[in-house]
């Protein structure tokens, strides 16, 4: 299709600006590409309206599945291009990942919008009585296992006795796997892909033995941006959220407000109900979500906060960072925003047997596990 040449051709030109470092350059090819990728769909819808189905009239959603393998492809050379040359946490990407004692089986969940499968860690200390489970979102054109090998989430759970269930994407609801985070009707409760991941945790607890005081959704990316929208719709469900390279709750509600709100122009929509505990991180130079989402996704936290504390540090021949701790009234830290300074878009701390990482962190996985405990 003409439309997919001509958008690929011009990401491809973005991703080269990006390795040349150039990212005002870079945001106008971004513009150029989706105002003409929208123009030109303008006119195929047109076009098609004229058409009856005997002659080939295309379906009408066909132009926007090509958007989301657009968009999607773009998010991936972004990444690729601020995160090549990235170790991992401790080991090379061609050594072989650590065998765990714990099970890893797959699973899936159905309800009336729709099916998704699922990958579940139970630790080898697992003995029926409660425990704490983790729902890890991966991002774009990611899947279980990759995200598992990439956070290295298993390995922590094996650690703290912590059940960890990863929801998959199916290529039929996205076909770069991206979680719906900028449709209205994936925003919404008992809804759409909100009600699956919501059902698959209810299922988890009612199969294995979960403390629900200590439930527990984080993601990456796209899957960032889901797990906010779990927070908040479900926080009798989820006691705290984690989010790595994420964006705000509703901050878009299509592909161009998607596209907009990554560049960091998001629509400010009220949260419902109280701040959740959340824990995030952002590269201050993620050139895929800017890193002006990070400091939104705190925003409703710092404004309900009793008191504020900024840390800086460094990981040895590592990342520095900046730690922003804000308070309750109790005394009690209900929300960490980690800006990692020099970071792209990628896990921090993560292992190289995964994508979108960087081993340079510090480590997301635990300090999440960390922030996670004191939530219960």
């Known amino acids: 299709m003409k439309l997919n040449n001509k958008l690929l051709a011009q990401m491809r030109a973005a991703t080269r600006h990006l390795m040349d470092r150039q990212p005002v350059d870079t945001s106008k090819v971004i513009e150029d590409a989706l105002n003409n990728a929208s123009a030109m769909t303008q006119a195929a819808q047109e076009r098609m309206r004229n058409l009856s189905p005997l002659h080939g009239g295309v379906a009408p959603g066909a132009h926007n599945t090509d958007m989301h393998d657009m968009l999607a492809e773009l998010s991936r050379n972004l990444a690729s291009g601020s995160g090549s040359g990235f170790s991992g946490g401790g080991f090379a990407a061609n050594e072989p990942a650590p065998l765990l004692p714990g099970s890893f089986s797959d699973g899936s969940y159905t309800n009336a919008a729709g099916t998704r499968g699922y990958k579940l860690y139970v630790p080898s200390t697992y003995a029926g009585t409660p425990a704490p489970l ?9 899947d279980p296992d990759d995200f598992a090998k990439g956070t290295q989430m298993n390995m922590l759970a094996e650690e703290m006795g912590c059940l960890v269930v ?10 770069s796997r991206c979680w719906n985070w900028f449709n209205d009707a994936d925003q919404q409760r008992d809804r759409g892909e909100p009600s699956i991941i919501a059902g698959l945790t209810r299922q988890i607890m009612g199969e294995y033995a979960v403390d629900p005081a200590q439930v527990f959704v984080a993601g990456l990316s796209a899957g960032g941006a889901m797990a906010t929208i779990m927070g908040t ?41 109280r701040p959740i505990p959340i824990i995030v991180f952002h590269g201050d130079q993620d050139r895929t979500v800017h890193p002006a989402n ?25 990342h520095a960072y900046t730690r922003t701790t804000h308070k309750r009234a109790d005394g009690r830290v209900h929300a960490e925003h980690w800006l990692i300074h020099g970071a792209g878009h990628a896990w921090s701390g993560g292992s190289a047997h995964g994508s979108y990482t960087d081993g340079r ?15 219960k």
């Open 166 to 175: 990863y929801p998959a994407q199916s290529r039929q609801a996205n076909a």
């Open 134 to 142: 983790l729902v890890m979102l991966h991002g774009c054109t990611q």
């Open 233 to 273: 719709l479900y926080p009798e469900l989820y006691a705290a959220v984690g989010v790595h390279s994420g964006l705000p709750f509703a901050s878009a509600h299509d592909l161009p407000s998607a596209m907009a709100a990554m560049n960091g122009d998001f629509r400010r929509r009220q949260q419902p109900g």
């Open 361 to 375: 962190g510090p480590d997301a996985s635990r300090e999440m596990m960390r922030f996670f405990r004191t939530q």
């Open 294 to 318: 990070g400091d939104e996704l705190i925003a409703p936290a710092r404004d309900s906060a009793e008191a504020m504390a900024v840390e800086p540090g460094r990981v040895p021949n590592g």
